[in-house]
């Protein structure tokens, strides 16, 4: 406990921000593509009843992907990248002090 007080006491407010926030995209993202594969399985499971409205789950499950899914992925991945890149920088002028 007292090294993740330590860690977190030791980073700069824009590290501590973009973890929160990459880590809330990322969750969000994980929500965003379960939607995306229950709509893409709900396709499938419509059998050949042409009164079901399962067969249009199917194209709609791609067209989330690339509306929803991408974008929230690409946020998510520059989130976590940019967090990498602060933490590095903050880790390296940390151990730069004598």
Known sequence: MAAVRDWWRRHTPLTKVLLV???LASAGTVVIL???VNLFLAGYSGGNN?????ALAF????????IAGVPAVLISA???V?????AARTSRRQSARP
């Open 59 to 66: 194209p709609l499950s791609f067209f989330f992907f690339v």
């Open 82 to 86: 940019g967090f990498g890149i602060t």
């Open 34 to 36: 379960v939607f995306i």
């Open 50 to 54: 042409p009164q079901s409205i399962n």
């Open 78 to 80: 520059g989130l976590w």
């Open 21 to 23: 926030l990459a880590s």
